[in-house]
């Protein structure tokens, strides 16, 4: 569970949402670090969800969280080698911190319950709970793309971390692409035999359902809390503020894989291309810090206070900023609120798993006069959300005239746009997500039982 002065991440978001539905208990980092041996897990329930939060050390968060979890493995699984970092030393802290969480769960669980485990950080819970003697269906989901082969084996520990994957029961990813690429590691190290037909595959005595489980939002949330969030001051207030002109927005966490510094520099082509758009349109782009003490998000985090600072410069006017860029963290509905304010929202990471933003914003549109998506192909969401204005986020050029067309588009085809995209959303939303998994889950036991979650 993330701490309240981090922004909540799209797996917090996510996973949160659908246990409160299921009920359950969640296992996970507090956020919280000490200098001494983590004691027994703080637990707490609210809205029929029991949280169960253990405290890492100081060095642990070190050398496990900054170090190979966000340091090495992030950047590998999003294709960003120049940007990793591999320590034999930080390798170890994630073997031990895997195995301190492993024997902290154990005790909370009991005989029927299916346990799911989310996302990079603790790809060995799952064999390290078996080595315990752990029985019951242990799923895995992760969160973000997982590289093909030729680039996971740049990774020391490789033939480790898919070993570790065949542990479980039911292996989850976002996209076919990530399924690929994972069939891609276990041709590699079992041979091709061990893919069968079915999603299934086989390792030794075991088999593990690989498949593919792209995560949904909670559509008539997000639209009930968009549209009341248009009555809100703070909405109102940043709608005044426009002066009658056209809103461009993106929300991201200020992470490297999300294409800020493209992005702005699109923008900067943009307003240079078409010239005749220079005080008609404000971007506002939110990008609350994330992962502050790894070096990667401090040079970027310059780079972006450039650029903008380069296009107010050059562009700005005394009654017009032509880029606000924000590092705070906003209440969720406020976010859906700006979203639906927005006549663009521009989504266009470098590579993402899926994007739960632009899924957002689709959402939170209204339907009789919807915004349009700009979105990048290489984030997940856009293998279901193949109408909007799809993107190469590292061509600028094409992002700028993707902008203008944004601006220029007329309402019929705005509207056909964002039917098709709202109607694959509400198919797939966040309950049929987890549903999906879960069933799998049960089916590879054959049986029903409580959800646990160590995320
Ligand atoms: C990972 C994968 C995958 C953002 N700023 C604030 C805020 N947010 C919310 C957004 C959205 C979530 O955080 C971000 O989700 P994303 O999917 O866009 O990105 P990641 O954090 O990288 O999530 C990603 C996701 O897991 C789920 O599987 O889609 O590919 O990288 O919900 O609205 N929320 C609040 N304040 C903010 O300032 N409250």
Do not use: C
Request: aromatic fraction near 10%; charge should be neutral; avoid cysteine.
């Amino acid at each position: 569970m993330p701490r309240k002065s981090t922004a909540p991440g799209g797996l917090a978001v996510g996973i949160l949402n659908a246990l409160k539905r299921t009920g359950g208990l969640w296992f996970g980092w507090g956020g919280e670090t000490t200098q001494h041996e983590p004691g027994e897990p703080d637990i707490h329930i609210r809205a029929g969800v029991t949280y169960a939060t253990i405290e890492l050390r100081q060095v642990e968060y070190e050398l496990y969280y900054n170090g190979y979890a966000n340091n090495l493995l992030w950047p590998l699984f999003h294709y960003f080698l120049r940007d990793m970092r591999y320590s034999a030393e930080e390798r170890d802290a994630y073997e031990n911190v895997n195995r301190i969480f492993a024997q902290r769960l154990l005790p909370l669980l009991q005989p029927q319950d299916l346990v799911w485990v989310h996302d990079y950080h603790l790809i060995p819970l799952g064999r390290l709970l078996r080595e315990s003697g752990l029985r019951q269906p242990i799923g895995f989901f992760l969160h973000i793309p997982f590289p093909n082969i030729e680039m996971l084996r740049v990774l020391p520990a490789y033939a480790e971390l898919l070993r570790d994957l065949t542990h479980y029961d039911v292996v989850g990813f976002q996209t076919e692409n990530d399924l690929r690429a994972f069939h891609s590691g276990i041709e590699h190290l079992f041979g091709h035999e061990a893919i069968r037909a079915d999603n299934r595959i086989r390792v030794g005595d075991r088999l593990l359902h690989a498949d593919v489980f792209p995560i949904g939002v909670d559509v008539e949330a997000i639209q009930s809390q968009a549209t009341a969030a248009m009555q809100t001051d703070v909405v109102k207030r940043m709608v005044d503020s426009l002066m009658s002109r056209a809103l461009m927005v993106g929300v991201d966490r200020l992470d490297y894989s999300k294409g800020l510094v493209e992005r702005f520099n699109a923008y900067q082509q943009f307003l240079e291309t078409y010239p005749e758009n220079r005080g008609h349109i404000t971007y506002i782009q939110i990008a609350p810090l994330s992962r502050t003490d790894v070096r990667a998000y401090a040079n970027m985090r310059q780079a972006l206070e450039q650029v903008a600072g380069r296009t107010n410069g050059r562009f700005g006017d005394t009654d017009w900023t032509p880029i606000r860029y924000l590092n705070r963290n906003f209440p969720h509905t406020t976010l859906l609120g700006f979203l639906r304010a927005a006549n663009v929202g521009i989504v266009t990471p470098l590579r993402d798993g899926m994007n739960l933003v632009a899924k957002e914003f689709v959402a939170a549109q209204d339907p009789d006069n919807p915004g349009v998506l700009i979105l990048s192909t290489l984030a997940g969401a856009a293998r279901e959300l193949s109408t909007a204005l799809l993107v190469n986020p590292y061509d600028t050029r094409t992002v700028s005239h993707a902008m203008q067309a944004a601006l220029e588009m007329p309402l019929p085809e705005r509207r056909e746009r964002h039917t098709a995209m709202l109607e694959v959303l509400r198919r797939n939303d966040l309950s049929a997500w987890a549903r999906r998994f879960i069933d799998a889950l049960e089916q590879s036991a054959g049986m029903q039982a409580h959800v646990r979650v160590a995320g």
